[in-house]
């Protein structure tokens, strides 16, 4: 793969802005004038979803919008965060509700020709020290592989990977507590299982090891002997800069490109060779304040 195409995640023009761009065309317009390849979307709030799109038909208009304006969806992440309860918990004995959520997503975006699609562990970091006690990080773990296990045979019949985003801001996010559940998911024979390498997120767990619980766990090599680790395993990228700090809602702050301490000089070749089955990097502006201000800068900078 000599070249990445470039998209850009629309939650960066929800979250965190004085003004959220809830007009799903008004993105597509703007970054068709930018030179963007491609958008991901964020299926949730008021862009796109199966409750906006209910039908065939809906959808198929929906995807011919997004083409007539140059672009292709790059991926979708969809919206799971409510599966963190008991009774509808992604760690519970029959996660009923989650992968029933899950098939309809997967329905949704195979009309829209998405061909990867974004999952979390969902429960916070210290979830096994306080409500999850009972149950153990591991049993927990275990859990959560059989789950993406019948996940990731959905997406398989539609077609798609899957990508697990790792964050500090969920449970499971010290280096070898990813490798070893992304392990243990694609030892069921889930070869379309895999993780989302955030360039951010990979900082924040290899070099700072933010809100990881007991002790810390760093790796000599932080960010770059993590996608190491990682090479073969990696299902979808997501790239933007870090200053090595959480924001308010407690995961990696997402700086924009040169604002930070990563060093993408170094990055961008490693992650060009990392095995990732498409040629897609998602720039992730989440929660960054003034989302639009840097989405040029974004494409500018990594076209260089």
């Not at 997004?66 to 992604?90: E, M, R």
């Not at 390498?197 to 770059?224: F, I, R, S, W």
């Not at 720039?283 to 800068?297: E, G, Y």
Request: hydrophobic content about 40%; proline content about 5%; glycine content about 8%.
């Amino acid at each position: 793969m000599a070249k990445a195409r470039i998209s850009i995640g629309t939650w960066a023009y929800l979250f965190n802005q004085e003004q959220p761009t809830n007009d799903f065309h008004v993105i597509l317009h703007k970054l068709q004038d930018l030179g963007y390849d491609g958008v991901e979307l964020g299926s949730f709030g008021p862009h796109p979803s199966p409750v906006s799109h209910p039908t065939k038909a809906s959808r198929q208009k929906l995807r011919k919008t997004i083409a007539d304006h140059g672009l292709a969806l790059s991926g979708i992440a969809v919206d799971l965060w409510a599966f963190k309860n008991p009774g509808t918990s992604i760690v519970d004995e029959n996660p009923n509700a989650y992968l029933t959520a899950f098939l309809g997503w997967a329905a949704f975006a195979a009309d829209l020709d998405v061909k990867t699609i974004r999952v979390d562990t969902v429960i916070a970091p210290d979830y096994f020290e306080k409500d999850g006690k009972e149950l153990g990080a591991q049993k927990g773990m275990e859990r959560i592989a059989s789950v993406w296990d019948k996940a990731s045979k959905i997406a398989a019949d539609y077609g798609m990977n899957i990508c697990w985003e790792f964050e500090p801001g969920f449970a499971f996010n010290k280096p070898s507590e990813i490798i070893q559940l992304v392990d243990l998911v694609r030892a069921k024979g889930n070869s379309n299982f895999g993780v989302l390498y955030d360039t951010c997120h990979a900082h924040m767990c290899a070099v700072v090891g933010a809100n990881q619980t007991g002790t810390k766990e760093l790796l000599p090599g932080g960010e770059l002997e993590l996608l190491d680790k990682l090479k073969g395993k990696i299902t979808h990228v997501h790239v933007i800069d870090s200053d090595g700090s959480l924001n308010e809602h407690n995961t990696s702050t997402h700086n924009p490109f040169g604002t930070g301490k990563l060093d993408f000089d170094k990055l961008a070749p490693a992650l060009l060779k990392a095995g990732v089955p498409h040629d897609w990097w998602c720039v992730d502006l989440c929660f960054w304040p003034h989302a639009w201000d840097v989405t040029a800068q974004s494409k500018k900078y990594l076209d260089k």
